[in-house]
């Protein structure tokens, strides 16, 4: 599966030259451009198109993805005119349905609302004689990081609701789980070099900077906790 909003023309030729299984387009040019590349090597492009469900996700502001403000797929109302014109051009194989709402959310309400949303959608292009026979529903679900006090669901209370809401539709089921997968499994391991008094806390100096973790600078992402040398302290 090939995911991102700047896919370039030689991106989309090198997945196509190498049998990519989906790409999921984000926007109306795209779809052209990617038609033409196609058209051109004689090999038609497996498609899905990610909507915007305009689903606003309790979670915070720059990582939200499913509203109509973001940038992110193409307009919900867009959607059914865009799976026609991909179905009548010569270099798109129509595939699927894919949506991606943001990251870092700990509600399953937002998710129940999207992919609800998007089994309404496949059985109304199904209804026009599109064949939609996978549906990409992004990822997104959180996890704990401590000082936020937040309990994520379980992968198995997510589950359920993907089987209540698209378990009927007979579509091959794609993921792209992401933080719940690589925030549980790595760790940054960084060098106190100093421990600087300040007016009214302490800063601990370490040899690590933004570019070795900048989601807590730009995005106000949780620091997790840092064990440093005789005392305890958070990285922020």
């Given at each position: 599966?090939?995911?991102?909003?700047?896919?370039?023309?030689e991106?989309l030729t090198?997945?196509l030259e190498?049998?990519v299984?989906?790409?999921?387009?984000e926007?109306?040019?795209?779809?052209n451009?990617?038609n033409?590349?196609a058209?051109?090597?004689?090999?038609?492009a497996?498609?899905?198109?990610?909507?915007n469900?305009?689903?606003h996700a309790?979670t915070?502001?720059?990582?939200?993805?499913?509203?109509?403000?973001?940038?992110?797929?193409?307009a919900?109302?867009?959607?059914?005119r865009?799976?026609?014109?991909?179905?009548d051009?010569?270099?798109?194989?129509?595939?699927?349905?894919a949506?991606h709402?943001g990251?870092?959310?700990?509600?399953l309400?937002?998710f129940?609302a999207?992919?609800?949303?998007?089994a309404?959608?496949v059985?109304?292009?199904?209804?026009?004689g599109?064949?939609?026979?996978?549906?990409?529903l992004?990822g997104?679900?959180?996890?704990s990081?401590?000082?936020d006090?937040?309990?994520?669901?379980?992968?198995a209370?997510?589950?359920?609701?993907?089987?209540?809401?698209?378990?009927?539709?007979?579509?091959?089921?794609?993921?792209e789980p992401?933080r719940?997968?690589?925030?549980?499994?790595?760790?940054l391991?960084t060098k106190?070099?100093?421990?600087k008094p300040?007016?009214?806390?302490?800063?601990v100096?370490?040899?690590?900077?933004?570019?070795d973790l900048?989601r807590p600078?730009?995005?106000?992402?949780?620091?997790r906790?840092?064990?440093g040398h005789?005392?305890?302290?958070?990285?922020?």
């Amino acid at each position: 599966m090939f995911s991102g909003v700047g896919k370039t023309a030689e991106e989309l030729t090198l997945a196509l030259e190498n049998g990519v299984g989906q790409i999921n387009v984000e926007s109306e040019p795209e779809l052209n451009r990617l038609n033409g590349i196609a058209t051109k090597l004689g090999k038609p492009a497996p498609v899905a198109l990610r909507v915007n469900p305009d689903i606003h996700a309790a979670t915070h502001d720059k990582i939200a993805t499913g509203r109509k403000e973001d940038k992110f797929g193409v307009a919900w109302e867009d959607a059914p005119r865009l799976y026609k014109a991909a179905h009548d051009m010569t270099g798109i194989d129509v595939r699927g349905v894919a949506v991606h709402i943001g990251s870092q959310i700990t509600d399953l309400a937002p998710f129940e609302a999207a992919f609800s949303k998007v089994a309404g959608l496949v059985n109304e292009i199904r209804d026009t004689g599109i064949d939609i026979r996978t549906v990409d529903l992004g990822g997104g679900l959180g996890v704990s990081y401590k000082r936020d006090n937040a309990t994520p669901p379980s992968p198995a209370e997510y589950g359920e609701v993907v089987k209540r809401t698209v378990g009927d539709l007979g579509c091959k089921v794609m993921f792209e789980p992401g933080r719940v997968i690589a925030a549980n499994a790595g760790i940054l391991v960084t060098k106190v070099i100093y421990v600087k008094p300040g007016e009214t806390k302490e800063f601990v100096i370490v040899d690590a900077a933004m570019n070795d973790l900048i989601r807590p600078a730009m995005y106000d992402a949780p620091p997790r906790r840092f064990t440093g040398h005789r005392r305890r302290c958070w990285l922020s």
